[in-house]
């Protein structure tokens, strides 16, 4: 057995329409399909679907200790001004945001509607594969340059 890639993310969520404006109106994912009879959202990054979301309704529990999903990052087009505007809409829409550099990646991660822990992402330092150090380099809080 090869595993090739990530096929998609299925998370649950309490309500389908405040998880269509935060995926689709606020990150602008494309939708590709929904069904109001399964209770889902099917989003699409370049396949059928890379992202789902089910509703399970508001008294589902939400436990942030618990086994299951920790965070799902989104790895999103430009540099490091596109993602400092990413941070600043976000921020716009009074989403709490932490900034971190991991040296092979620069990161944003915040919380949906739900709870859920989110990553948007560019790439940052090349060379782990020769050097997968690189990978275990200490986090740090990511400053913006002051022209980004």
Same mark, same amino acid.
């Given at each position: 057995?090869?595993?090739?890639?990530?096929?998609?993310?299925?998370?649950?969520?309490?309500d389908l329409e405040v998880s269509r404006r935060f995926y689709h109106d606020l990150l602008a994912i494309p939708i590709s399909a929904e069904s109001a009879e399964w209770g889902m959202i099917f989003f699409t990054?370049? !396949?059928?679907?890379?992202?789902?979301?089910?509703?399970?309704?508001?008294?589902?529990?939400?436990?942030?200790?618990?086994?299951?999903?920790?965070?799902?990052?989104?790895?999103?087009?430009? $540099?490091?001004?596109?993602?400092?505007?990413?941070?600043?809409?976000?921020?716009?829409?009074?989403?709490?945001?932490?900034?971190? $550099?991991?040296?092979? !990646?620069?990161?944003?991660?915040?919380?949906?509607?739900?709870?859920?822990?989110?990553?948007?992402?560019?790439?940052?330092?090349?060379?782990?594969?020769?050097?997968? !150090?690189?990978?275990? %380099?200490?986090? %740090? %809080?990511?400053?913006?340059?002051?022209?980004?």
């Amino acid at each position: 057995m090869k595993i090739e890639s990530l096929g998609h993310i299925v998370l649950k969520v309490s309500d389908l329409e405040v998880s269509r404006r935060f995926y689709h109106d606020l990150l602008a994912i494309p939708i590709s399909a929904e069904s109001a009879e399964w209770g889902m959202i099917f989003f699409t990054l370049g !396949s059928h679907h890379n992202f789902a979301v089910l509703e399970v309704g508001s008294e589902a529990e939400k436990r942030f200790d618990g086994i299951g999903v920790e965070h799902f990052a989104f790895k999103i087009a430009g $540099d490091l001004y596109s993602l400092h505007e990413a941070k600043l809409e976000l921020e716009k829409e009074g989403v709490d945001v932490m900034p971190v $550099d991991h040296n092979v !990646s620069y990161s944003l991660y915040f919380r949906d509607p739900d709870g859920n822990r989110l990553e948007l992402y560019i790439d940052g330092a090349e060379g782990w594969e020769d050097d997968p !150090s690189l990978i275990l %380099t200490e986090a %740090t %809080t990511l400053d913006f340059p002051s022209d980004a």
